[in-house]
């Protein structure tokens, strides 16, 4: 079975904080996401990538960025963390356009 | 411009008691639509694909079913475990690789 790993399930931060969370995934998916999921919002895409290097704003891009050096790594980085980032970060994956996603476990992210 | 939307927004249900959550979905040349299960503080999990209507899909005590414009997820003598919340996805032609959610509906089945 594809594994789609979260480097953290748990993280408090500072405001103004650099922060890096780390995904991934085991199985050479072409397709990588970063969703974040709050209460009455549902799952709202951050960004996402088709390949190496490559990367695609998705609906609420600001305040974040990416990066994606390998093929399996897909890491989200809040600049300069605020308490309006405080939410339940979600890693997926896909083989390709279309296919389903797998999704890592999750990072709870607190910001004070 | 795509749109999935699903209904009821939460549904209690007796152990035993059958029912069905919808999934809506208005999309430019559907390409697939997938059902989710979220437990609290965990990821989705895959559940089924579903590529045209009348097509149907089962596991256990749940069966997956589309057609031109909805997909239910029916869910038969239902046990506390099948309490979580249920994610519809669709992706288009339109949609570029990113699936399309809809907000979910949490179901909880009480002993």
Known sequence: DVKVTQSSRYLVKRTGEKVFLECVQDMDHENMFWYRQDPGLGLRLIYFSYDVKMKEKGDIPEGYSVSREKKERFSLILESASTNQTSMYLCASSFFQGYGYTFGSGTRLTVV | ?111
Request: glycine share 10%.
């Open chain 2, 1 to 111: 411009e795509d749109q999935v939307t699903q209904s009821p927004e939460a549904l209690r249900l007796q152990e035993g008691e059958s029912s069905s959550l919808n999934c809506s979905y208005t999309v430019s040349g559907l390409r697939g639509l997938f059902w989710y299960r979220q437990d609290p503080g965990k990821g989705p999990e895959f559940l089924f694909t579903l590529y045209s209507a009348g097509e149907e899909k089962e596991k256990e005590r749940l069966k997956a079913t589309l057609t031109k414009k909805e997909s239910f997820l029916h869910i038969t003598a239902p046990k506390p475990e099948d309490s979580a919340t249920y994610l519809c996805a669709v992706f288009g032609s339109s949609n570029t690789g990113k699936l399309i959610f809809g907000q979910g509906t949490t179901l909880q089945v009480k002993p």
